[in-house]
Each structure stands twice: as structure tokens, then as C-alpha cells.
């Protein structure tokens, strides 16, 4: 982990009407502070360390080099910005959990990273760190890769093994159903609808969603080519080329 860590200092009142100390401080807000940090963190940290002192209570979260040089980057943005709209989405919900704390205890909580240029971000009852503006759109893309995984009781998905890592996509059984024999360890072109970030291009890996699905073959079916191509001759035999796209189009 290098000794490289985010940390978070709240300080306010206690429980009882008095400063954060030992005494006072309430496990439900450790709680609170933990599951924002699995949100900020990716789930990708690994010590922590909790140092209680009268009128605050400091955390660290060690994690590696790279996950604290982008919190260094996203921290320092957020302090230029004065928004979170550029944020992923994990990060995002991260900071929005740690607004929604301080306003609820009326607390104020400073962010930072270990790193030499990290500025301190200062979440209080004050502050607005939420969304700007819907920045989630709805997209369909294509995905290619092989399925590794099917199935699931309630909750029916598929796992697909791509170029980019294993991507989750959630189904339906009726859709599982359909798919001719067993799609496991086989090469599938699968359209996906999902919710890319206007801002930076990131797509939500908890948004895919099956739309239709497709074997890619690995063999050359002359016969099925030649199919095709003889249907496609007698579709367009004898008419022009504008009367072909106005058919197309509808018209």
C-alpha cells in the first residue's frame, strides 16, 4: 500500500450535547463513515486506521498509489469545480453519503490525501456536493466477449469475459431461456442498454441490461452466405436505388 492513504477528520457534537470524544461517539457514525468510504475507495482499501480525540475524530484509509493519486485529483477538482458532476459514479455517491452525514449530525467533515499537493475538502451543513444537473444519459452499445456465467434464481444475469474485464448484464430467465443450447465458454455480440456520464465518458458497470443477443460464429457458412445474397438479389432486382431507400426509410 506504499503508506499512501485518504483522510477523513469530523468533528462536531456528540450524542450527548457535547464535543466528539470516546465517550460520545456513536458507532453508527463509524458506520456511516465506512460505507461512504467503500463507495470513494472502490472497495479497495486496506487498513484503517481510527484515532479519537476530544472535538474530532480522525480516520485513515490506506489504499494503494494509484487509487489516492486519483482522490488527490478528484479532491483538488472538486475545490476548482465547486461541483461533483465530473465524478465516477461510486465516487460521486461517496461525497453526496458524507453531504447527506454532515447535514443530518451537523457536522464538518474534512477530506484529504497523504499525497504533497492534496487541498483539504470541507463537507458541512452548508455545503451543496450533489449533482448539478442529470448527468446520466441512456445508451445502447454493443458488447463482444465470451459468456462465462448464466443464470440466478431471482436476480437472473450474465457474465461476459471482454477485452475490457468481466462485465455483468442483467436479464430476465425468459431471455436465458431463449438462447439455442449452452451459451457457456462460447463468443457472443450482445446489445447492451446502459447509462453513460455526460462528463467523462463512464459508463455505470451496474447498469448493463439485456437487449438482444447474437452467436458469433467461428466458421465460414458459405451456404447461409449465399442465402443471404441471393434474397438480397431479388429484393432489389429491377427497382432503382431511390425507390430501395424510400422503402427503407418508410416513405
Not at 40 to 47: P, R
Not at 191 to 213: C, H, M, R, T, W
Not at 218 to 226: F, G, I, K, S, V
Request: proline letters at 2%; charged letters at 30%; one cysteine or more.
Amino acid at each position: 500500500m506504499e503508506n499512501q492513504f485518504l483522510q477523513l477528520k469530523v468533528e462536531g457534537i456528540g450524542k450527548n450535547g457535547l464535543v466528539l470524544s470516546k465517550q460520545n461517539y456513536d458507532i453508527a457514525d463509524l458506520k456511516n463513515i465506512i460505507e461512504s468510504m467503500d463507495l470513494i475507495l472502490s472497495e479497495e482499501s486496506g487498513s484503517t486506521l481510527v484515532i479519537i480525540e476530544n472535538g474530532c475524530i480522525l480516520n485513515k484509509f490506506f489504499a494503494s498509489l494509484v487509487v489516492i493519486s486519483n482522490l488527490t485529483v478528484g479532491i483538488n477538482q472538486i475545490k476548482v469545480k465547486k461541483n461533483i458532476d465530473f465524478l465516477a459514479k461510486p465516487v460521486s455517491q461517496g461525497i453526496q453519503k458524507l453531504q447527506d452525514f454532515a447535514r443530518q449530525r451537523k457536522y464538518t467533515i474534512s477530506l484529504k490525501t497523504s499525497q504533497k499537493g492534496s487541498k483539504i475538502l470541507k463537507i458541512t451543513p452548508d455545503t451543496n456536493y450533489y449533482p448539478s444537473t442529470p448527468n446520466w444519459v441512456d445508451i445502447d452499445l454493443y458488447l463482444y466477449g465470451r459468456i462465462t456465467d448464466a443464470g440466478g434464481k431471482e436476480k437472473a444475469n450474465i457474465h461476459l469475459d471482454t477485452d475490457k474485464g468481466l462485465i455483468k448484464i442483467k436479464t430476465t430467465i425468459k431471455d436465458l431461456k431463449n438462447i439455442q443450447g449452452n451459451p457457456l465458454y462460447k463468443n457472443f455480440r450482445i446489445l447492451v442498454s446502459a447509462k453513460q456520464n455526460i462528463f467523462n465518458g463512464e459508463i455505470d458497470p451496474n447498469s448493463y441490461s439485456l437487449k438482444d443477443i447474437f452467436e458469433m460464429r467461428e466458421y465460414y457458412d458459405e451456404e447461409e452466405l449465399d442465402r443471404l445474397i441471393e434474397n438480397s438479389r431479388k429484393w432489389t432486382e429491377g427497382r432503382t436505388t431511390e425507390e430501395i431507400l424510400k422503402e427503407m426509410r418508410g416513405v
